[in-house]
């Protein structure tokens, strides 16, 4: 994909962008307890695999953490490898994660992507971008997420909770999610990375929301130029 918009003038104002983000990560991780975590980093912190992680990772798609996190954890009851998910029926893996958002179509993706992984990667998930995106229902944030979450690697997720929060701050000026993360990639110390995501989906779902966010006990609104909110409480 070719980028239109040039972000590098984002990196030549005089903003110290590691004290920037290092303030606003520090006082939403103070703020957000453990339980709060979004439900795939709360399943790692259980010691999910790599392969759990991914599976959670695809139910979790336009679906609330807590739907998604009693979904998976009812599917790995049953199957928790590729090997076993292969031997289960759509119908049985869309009981399961139901009542995730496309949970027939995340279940025929399932399937298909255990018989894959089985098949061609000996049963083990591949730790590259290029190899995730071509497992069905992994999209570009679905690999970013596995690469920071399953492996410790350099993985920006950016979903619509750190777009639409990344925007607001100020911090880009973005119209998809895909130039957030370009945007970011310049200017989002690599260590922010992972745990940028992972704070800004629970703020974003408790606080920072879509419509009519709760600025009045936001704990980063000093950083936050409210772009483009009209409605707030």
């Not at 303030?23 to 709060?36: C, H």
């Not at 419509?211 to 936050?224: D, E």
Request: with cysteine.
């Amino acid at each position: 994909m070719i980028l239109e918009t040039d972000f590098t003038e984002l990196k030549n104002n005089n903003i110290d962008y590691n004290q920037y983000f290092g303030e606003i990560i520090q006082r939403l991780s103070n703020y957000f307890e453990k339980e709060n975590l979004p439900s795939v980093s709360k399943i790692k912190e259980e010691g999910a695999s790599a392969f759990e992680i991914l599976i959670s990772t695809i139910i979790s798609a336009r679906t609330k953490d807590e739907v998604t996190y009693p979904a998976s954890k009812r599917l790995f009851s049953i199957a928790n490898t590729p090997e076993k998910l292969t031997m289960l029926s759509e119908s049985k893996i869309a009981s399961l994660i139901y009542p995730a958002g496309f949970y027939k179509v995340k279940a025929k993706n399932i399937k298909k992507t255990s018989q894959i992984l089985v098949e061609k990667y000996g049963s083990k998930v591949p730790e590259n971008m290029e190899e995730l995106l071509k497992l069905p229902g992994v999209g570009r944030k679905t690999a970013n997420l596995i690469l920071a979450v399953a492996f410790n690697k350099e993985g920006l997720c950016v979903d619509t909770h750190v777009h639409r929060i990344s925007n607001r701050l100020g911090v880009v000026k973005t119209n998809t999610t895909y130039e957030t993360e370009m945007a970011l990639r310049l200017i989002l110390p690599k260590q922010y990375w992972e745990i940028y995501n992972r704070l800004l989906v629970t703020f974003g779902q408790n606080v920072c929301t879509p419509l009519s966010p709760f600025c009045s006990i936001c704990v980063i609104k000093r950083y936050c130029k409210r772009i483009n909110v009209d409605r707030f409480r």
